[in-house]
């Protein structure tokens, strides 16, 4: 089961992404977070895409497309995946949609998760990591899914681990030109998406309501 998902920074697409990973039992493939293991590991592509990346800018085509490309080529993938934060871009979009053609790989699913920019925003900037699990969810403006607290601390709200916050999380104007990208139909990701609704379906499901709103949503229309 090969499979796409979209969605602006701050929709869910992530917390989204880990649950149809569980569905599917792909490996979900997430290219921020391969960008910042390679940074904490301190590898050349890490010290190369940090500086793009701290200013919310895309990491070059030259480095981010073979690096995918060749991601969803190792062994883990050969059930499938879910690729989540690629492309972003329409340039991506076209070297993506041309790879998976000439190497005879289905696309079974692309999923849109559609919020407005103001709602975005607002979440990215609440958003709380647990050291302990990148896929346990907290957001401190976001009822559902709130951090615990413990001696006055918010803490992780599965598995009661510290909580941090990514560094391009709190600097708006990164987030910001983020969003740019992202809404940007001529040649930013929402362009991207456009290019794949003239070629396959793309299930769009709307991201304003709670996590198990938008999942029960989102997993119906899976089927
Ligand atoms: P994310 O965790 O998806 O928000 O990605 C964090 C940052 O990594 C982005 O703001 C970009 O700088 C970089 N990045 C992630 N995915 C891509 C991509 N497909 N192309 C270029 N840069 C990317």
Redesign the pocket.
């Known amino acids: 089961m090969n499979i796409l998902i979209f969605g602006p920074?701050g929709s869910g697409?992530?917390t989204q992404g880990a649950i149809v990973q569980k569905k599917y039992n792909v490996p979900h493939i997430?290219?921020?977070?391969?960008?910042?293991e390679n940074i904490s590991k301190g590898t050349d592509l890490g010290t190369k895409?940090k500086e793009?990346?701290?200013?919310?800018?895309?990491?070059?085509?030259d480095?981010?497309?073979p690096m995918?490309l060749n991601r969803l080529k190792e062994d883990d993938c050969k059930e499938g995946w879910l690729l989540?934060?690629?492309?972003?871009?329409l340039a991506?979009a076209e070297a993506m949609y041309e790879a998976l053609q000439k190497e005879n790989m289905p696309l079974d699913y692309v999923i849109e998760i559609e919020l407005d920019r103001d709602t975005s925003k607002k979440r990215i900037m609440g958003r709380r990591l647990c050291v302990n699990d990148n896929n346990h969810p907290n957001n401190i403006y976001i009822d559902a899914i709130k951090p615990a607290e413990k001696d006055g601390e918010f803490v992780c709200r599965v598995c009661g681990g510290a909580l941090t916050t990514?560094s391009?999380d709190q600097d708006e104007a990164?987030i910001d030109?983020?969003h740019g990208?992202y809404y940007d139909t001529e040649t930013g990701t929402m362009a991207g998406v456009n290019y794949f609704k003239e070629r396959v379906t793309v299930i769009g499901v709307d991201g304003l309501p709670g996590v198990k709103e938008v999942s029960e949503d989102l997993l119906k229309k899976l089927g």
């Open positions: 920074n697409k992530g997430e290219t921020g977070v391969i960008f910042r895409a793009f990346i701290n200013k919310g800018e895309l990491v070059p085509d480095i981010t497309i995918i989540d934060g690629f492309p972003r871009n991506q990514r391009d990164a030109k983020r990208i």
